[in-house]
Structure formats: C-alpha cells, structure tokens
T-cell receptor
C-alpha cells in the first residue's frame, strides 16, 4: 500500500516551458488536491477534485490546469512556467472533504 | 467558512523542556480538528485528530491536544521534547456539517529544539 505518490521528485524548468506533475493514490479516495508550499505562506490550495472527471479551483489556480481522468490519478499541468511558480508542490487525497488528507512526498520545482 | 490561526510562526525550546503550540479556529457548531507534522524535506503526516468524543486526544509519540470549545482552541502540547521533534506543525479545521467545506490549514509553526 504505497499511499500517495508523486512524480517527479525534483524538476528544473526554464521560463516558458511546460510540464505535468503526476499524483497517484491507491486508497480509492474520491477527493484529491494539489497544494503549493512557499516559505511563510503555509499550504495554498491550487485545484482539487471531488471525483473522477471533476475538477474545481482552489485559492491560487492561475497558471495551472488539472485533470482527473482516472480516480486514482490527478495531474497538475503548467503550460508556460514562470519563476513565480518555483515552489514545492504537494498532492493529497481524502475519503471526503471534511476528513483528514493523506499527503504525497512532494515535488520541488525550480523555474529559472 | 472556517478559518484557523497559528499565532506563533516559530517556537524555540530546549530539549527535554515542555512545549505548547497554539491553534485557534473560528467558531462553528461542529468542527473536526487536526494536527499535522512535516519533517524536513517530507510531506505532511497526520499527528492526531479530534472528530468527536473525548476532548483530549493523543499521538503515539507523546503529543496531545485538547479541544476547548469555549475558547475555540486546539493547542498541541508535549511534556518533554526531543531533538527528533524538530519539524513544522500545521493545525487544520473542517466543518463536517457543511458538505462543501474543505479542510483549512493554518500557516504552520516551526518547532526548533535547542540542545
């Protein structure tokens, strides 16, 4: 039982490049989330999903897109990376919105 | 919607001394409360949670938190800290009666253990 996994663990992009971060969970959770974590800012919700085929905007959605084609996977895309998107990205899942979330190990992204 | 406040961004404490990390939430009829721990270069892990029942909840590594409804607080305490407790701690809250309400995280408190 791997829980929540994220790939890749590290990535360096040049401004304007695109990439996709993959999150996978094996707990059959309906809800999945993408956060970014920056020093002094805590966790900020980017997008989330309440089930396969659904997505919704969080607190800081601009510059990101997401897709949930399969229940176990939640993809976060950056179409044109900017230095302001340098951050650590965390994926999480939960059985419902109010219950505890289970987090992945994170992806450290640097945009130069 | 719920909100949560962690008043201290950093707390230094000597090894083997007691510690309290403060968490206050906005008032609501019902709440679920959580404390998460994030060790350096890792994801967040659930430390303990309050859903209902006993207002005092404990973790396996000696931390405890008490749900205080009148003060809308859920402070985290440990009677004697160890160097391995060095981490960032996040308080979180949700409203189980609001089906659209997500967990809201505080901004975190960094615990520094001094030798």
């Amino acid at each position: 039982n791997a829980g929540v996994t994220q790939t890749p663990k590290f990535r360096v992009l040049k401004t304007g490049q695109s990439m996709t971060l993959l999150c996978a969970q094996d707990m059959n959770h309906e809800y999945m989330y993408w956060y970014r974590q920056d020093p002094g800012m805590g966790l900020r919700l980017i997008h989330y999903s309440v089930g396969e085929g659904t997505t919704a905007k969080g607190e800081v959605p601009d510059g990101y897109n997401v897709s949930r084609l399969k229940k176990q996977n939640f993809l976060l895309g950056l179409e044109s990376a900017a230095p302001s998107q340098t951050s650590v990205y965390f994926c999480a899942s939960s059985p419902n919105l109010s219950y505890e979330q289970y987090f992945g190990p994170g992806t450290r992204l640097t945009v130069t | 919607a719920q909100s949560v406040t962690q008043l201290d961004s950093q707390v230094p404490v000597f090894e083997e001394a007691p510690v309290e990390l403060r968490c206050n939430y906005s008032s609501s009829v019902s709440v679920y409360l959580f404390w998460y721990v994030q060790y350096p270069n890792q994801g967040l892990q659930l430390l303990l949670k309050y859903l209902s029942g006993s207002t005092l909840v404990e973790s396996i590594n000696g931390f405890e938190a008490e749900f205080n409804k009148s003060q809308t607080s859920f402070h985290l305490r440990k009677p004697s800290v160890h160097i391995s407790d060095t981490a960032e701690y996040f308080c979180a809250v949700s409203d189980p009666l609001n089906r659209d309400d997500k967990i809201i995280f505080g901004k975190g408190t960094r615990l520094h253990i001094l030798p």
